[in-house]
């Protein structure tokens, strides 16, 4: 099942090549694989091409505290952070600061 939608949306990202979306998803779809690595690569790809793509953030910060990268996961905290004042993402930016500070143990 996770592969085949996995084929569907690389389908879609081929009539659509640079729909952020559509690469975003694909990311998470192979993290539900099992294919972790990957899914950060494509994540940080991702920021990288398109920084404004807020979401991004999260999850690849999130996939790196999990594949043990703390220091790569809060740096992309701080960076995503940035960005979020540059979009007025206040939201946004609240979670990757709470997300941050969970990394360090600094709750507070």
Known sequence: ???????QLRAML??????PFL???????RKRAGDMEGAAA?????VHEDPKYIA???????????????A????VCEV???????TRDLKARTELVQLKNALTGDDA
């Open 23 to 29: 690469r975003y998803a694909i990311a998470l779809e």
């Open 42 to 46: 494509d994540l940080s790809q991702l």
């Open 14 to 19: 081929a009539e659509e090549p640079g729909d």
């Open 1 to 7: 099942m996770a592969t085949e939608r996995l084929a």
């Open 56 to 70: 991004c953030y999260y999850q690849l910060a999130l996939m790196l505290a999990d594949l043990g990268r703390t």
């Open 80 to 86: 995503g952070s940035a960005q979020c004042i540059v």
């Open 72 to 75: 790569e996961a809060m740096e």
